[in-house]
């Protein structure tokens, strides 16, 4: 690429955590796989079903989180990207649920 005169540039994947609602069976998590997995940018789409989570990483300048979350929905699931305050609320009612 040097001798051409353009200069290759790498771009930056993103991770993040989405939490996963409505899934009851291992295939469910095999759908949202499949679906995110489809998009143009996703490298890589884990769900866990006991944690209801999932991690993907992709492009962030070829997808956005508004893609992902839409793949999910039209699969029948909802997806919420994770921040700091829905793993606060997360983690407060698993601890409500024990008690």
Do not use: H, W
């Amino acid at each position: 690429m040097d001798d051409s005169g353009y200069e290759l540039i790498a771009q930056e994947g993103k991770t993040q955590t989405f939490a996963i609602e409505g899934m009851t069976c291992a295939s469910c998590a095999q759908t949202i796989e499949k679906a995110v997995g489809k998009l143009s940018g996703v490298d890589k789409a884990s769900v866990n079903l006991a944690t209801e989570k999932m991690q993907v990483s992709y492009n962030p300048s070829a997808i956005s989180v508004s893609d992902v979350t839409g793949a999910v929905s039209n699969s029948g699931y909802a997806a919420v990207l994770e921040t700091t305050d829905t793993q606060d609320n997360s983690r407060a009612e698993k601890r409500d649920k024990k008690e």
